[in-house]
């Protein structure tokens, strides 16, 4: 079955002429991702909008949702008074399965103990016609490679990594739920007019190198917030030799510098790849389409930037510790450790999840594998693999590849996100010891995989993880090193090998899909009684600028990094994501405080005493004071998650005040009431004292206007800055009615 056939068919009428009309009006060749953009807005092309500056409307085709994301997106849902979703729309359990054991082992546990939750997104999917994919089903990016994306499409995901699908040539860009909301409601979807980076590719991959390497190397020199308002579209030679899963892996870790998407063009590998995921009409259609789905001639100069990566030169990297574009090429690495002195003992080696679980990926890594198995090697460290869907588990199964990584001594668990998101039951372990383990995936801030801040997590290709597994050392270069095998002989690995898709074609596996009902008017949501994991959701009030922005405390100052994890914490906190109440006990609990170094310990203002962050903030609320927070750069960088926004607004917080923000968190903030304010001078940074009260004066708050903060010291002096924000009319009236969400309902509270 090809989901939602007519409505691609309906597109690709459309497309053409879109697309003209954009070229007609802008007067000059386009980018492929102009093509889609102005094709995709959500009113008549008349002028072309200034990247980077410019908001712009757009119609999505399509939403999706991961568990942890989709309980409050659906809760925010079902508040809009809505019967049913207006686009195509999908939900994917995958987020919360906690990894131990093993597959079977692990899914079960998850059903058992997540099933409100399960029984929660599958009645809300059904009652409001959304198609749901049961815990086992796959990791949402892999599945909706494998039967949503389609060239020329346009999509938003309640995921950060929702660019996977630009792999198959479309723009996917993550969001928070109540964007989520906005395009399932029928709205359209406001999105600042991004930049585009063009990548030029050239060459060929060879040897060890894979498409992984593409984007460790790109990270590397864009660095977590180069791709910031961007969309990194590729494009050369070299761009049509990267398999159609490669080009996804690329586009996936797109995230980890900041991008709002990326996207290659149209071409061979994804035509073969639709055809090998049975999708041939859509190929077909995508073929016709032909250059109405790749970048014009000459439109290389309209790029913001060009980077170029010769791809027969790339070498291998290896990413981290601790954050993603601290690239280093393979042969560079062990110097790098032993300089660094961090721990050089490997305790895990771990690949697959969504970045990284392609046929290629896992027969190239099985091919390293294989070899150990026939020289006597084992694995050294613990090895872990993650199947991205069960259509991937189930064929390589089937082509007996799951069989060499146990041989060897991995461990397979459920296609899950487990370790890739802290649902990670470590055994070799104890919290606070420094370790170093190496992943496949894409995202490594302290504590990701397993809420150790000491765990040392570094990020390469599957086919050097596996190579590393063998080694147990992170002092090791598969390109040159030998390892000792269990009969003392030194073993020398090949390079890795591995088809592009399964040659017997993909095994479906056990369908884990789950249509949604005809017409559910009359279908019950399952909420349980006094439930801790979900609770409906209650309308923010709208603000009194007069009251609110008053004699605001300082909840805390952060230092250095911030992203969503430290704002709201995943791992163990992931029960807690459809309740808003509880989750809200996890705020800023990992954030440093500048004024002692510690997490989740401030001052708190009214009792003067060294309090947990949502403590301090409860109190302030009950007393009816608001309170801000200060940060740094890139602020709410990392994952989609908007309780990173909606937990703030619940417990009493007014504004957040930083240096400079991560694209969705800014949004999302923005969506829930709350101000997002940058320092119009970032060194005002250093003003700000712990026991400060400051006033803030919005009486003229408009696009464009500068806000100034009294900040009243205790010894009775006084400073004043300037903020500024970047809402525009509409996000104005978001704030003025208490959130997006109370516009789109009418349940504007007084
Ligand atoms: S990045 Fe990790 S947590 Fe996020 S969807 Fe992929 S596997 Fe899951």
């Known amino acids: 079955m090809i989901f939602d056939i007519e409505i691609i068919k309906e597109i690709y009428k459309e497309f053409s002429g879109q697309v003209d ?12 991702t102009e093509k889609i953009l102005y094709s995709h807005f959500g009113f008549p092309v008349e002028k072309e909008y200034k990247r980077g500056v410019e908001f712009a409307e757009f119609r999505p085709d399509r939403v999706a949702m991961q568990d942890a994301t989709a309980q409050m997106a659906l809760l925010q849902f079902m508040s809009a008074n809505i019967d049913k979703a207006a686009v195509p729309s999908t939900v994917h359990c995958d987020h919360l399965i906690l990894a131990e054991a093993g597959a079977t082992s692990d ?28 815990p086992g089903a796959g990791i949402i990016h892999q599945v909706i490679l494998e039967n949503y994306a389609f060239p020329g499409g346009m999509m938003i995901g309640t995921d950060s990594h929702t660019p996977n699908a630009g792999g198959l040539g479309m723009i996917a860009i993550g969001v928070g739920g109540a964007d989520a909301v906005d395009v399932m409601a029928g709205m359209n979807w406001e999105l600042k007019f991004p930049k585009i ?33 961007s969309i990194i579209e590729y494009f050369g030679d070299g761009a049509e030799t990267i398999s159609c899963t490669g080009k996804g892996t690329i586009c996936n870790m797109g995230a980890e510098i900041g991008a709002t998407t990326s996207i290659f063009p149209f071409d061979k590998k994804m035509y073969e790849y639709l055809l090998a995921t049975e999708r041939k009409e859509i190929a077909e259609s995508a073929n016709k389409l032909g250059n109405y789905l790749k970048p014009d001639e000459g439109s290389e100069k309209y790029y913001d930037r060009v980077i170029e990566i010769n791809l027969s030169e790339l070498e291998p990297h290896i990413n981290g510790p601790f954050t993603p574009d601290l690239a280093v090429p393979v042969s560079k690495f062990k110097e790098f450790i032993k300089e660094k002195k961090y721990p050089s003992e490997l305790k895990v080696a771990l690949i697959g999840s969504c970045t990284n679980s392609s046929y290629e990926d896992m027969e190239r890594s099985a091919s390293i594998a294989k070899q150990a198995k026939e020289k006597g090697l084992k694995a050294k460290s613990e090895f872990i ?29 459920a296609n899950a996100c487990g370790p890739c998101i802290g649902q990670w039951k470590r055994h070799n372990t104890s919290d606070g010891e420094k370790n170093s383990i190496i992943t496949s995936y894409n995202r490594n801030f302290a504590k990701r995989n397993d809420g150790n801040a000491s765990t040392h997590s570094f990020v390469a290709s599957p086919e050097i993880v596996t190579a590393f597994a063998l080694a147990g050392t992170l002092l090791f270069n598969p390109l040159t090193d030998e390892i000792i095998n269990e009969n ?38 399952i909420i349980k009684e006094d439930s801790s994991r979900l609770q409906k959701l209650e309308p923010f009030a709208a603000p009194d600028i007069e009251k609110d922005y008053k004699n605001l405390r300082l909840l805390i100052k952060i230092k250095g990094k911030c992203t969503t994890d430290h704002i709201s914490m995943a791992g163990p906190w992931l029960k807690y994501r459809g309740h808003l109440d509880n989750i809200s006990n996890n705020m800023f609990i990992s954030a440093i405080n500048y004024f002692n170094d510690k997490m989740n310990t401030v001052k708190n203002s009214l009792t003067g005493i060294y309090d947990e962050v949502p403590k301090a903030a409860r109190d302030y609320k009950s007393n009816g004071l608001g309170w801000i927070v200060v940060g740094e750069d890139n602020y709410g960088e990392g994952s989609s998650r908007e309780h990173a926004a909606m937990e703030p607004r619940h417990l009493g917080g007014k504004a957040i005040i930083v240096k400079s923000f991560a694209r969705i968190h800014e949004t999302n903030l923005k969506k829930q009431g709350i101000l997002p304010l940058t320092f119009q001078n970032p060194e005002d940074y250093d003003k700000i004292r712990e026991d400060d009260i400051f006033d803030m004066d919005l009486k003229d708050f408009s696009p464009g206007s500068v806000i100034l903060m009294t900040l009243k010291h205790t010894d009775g002096s006084t400073d004043k800055i300037n903020l500024i924000h970047s809402l525009n009319q509409q996000q104005i009236k978001w704030f003025f009615a208490g959130s997006a969400l109370n516009l789109i309902s009418g349940k504007k509270r007084k």
Do not use: C, H
């Not at 693999?385 to 461990?411: C, K, V, Y």
């Open 488 to 525: 003392g002989r030194s073993i020398k690995l090949d390079v890795p090998e591995g088809n592009e898709l399964p040659g017997k074609g993909f095994l479906k596996g056990e369908s884990g899909y789950i249509s949604p009902a005809e017409d559910g008017k009359e279908m019950k949501v």
């Open 21 to 32: 009309i954009a070229k007609k009006v802008l007067g000059r060749p386009l980018t492929y």
């Open 385 to 413: 693999i993650t199947p991205g869907s069960e259509q991937i588990r189930a064929t390589i199964e089937r082509d007996g590849l799951l069989d060499i990584f146990t041989d060897i001594g991995g461990l397979v668990l």
């Open 197 to 229: 980076i063009g990548v030029k590719l050239s060459g060929k991959l060879n040897g060890w190198t894979s498409a992984k390497d593409v984007i460790l190397k790109l990270a590397g020199i864009l660095t977590v917030n180069g791709g910031t308002n």
């Open 107 to 134: 899914l079960l546990r998850a059903i058992d103990i997540n099933s409100e939750v399960y029984e929660f997104l599958e009645s809300v999917s059904r009652k409001y016609g959304i198609g749901f994919w049961k």
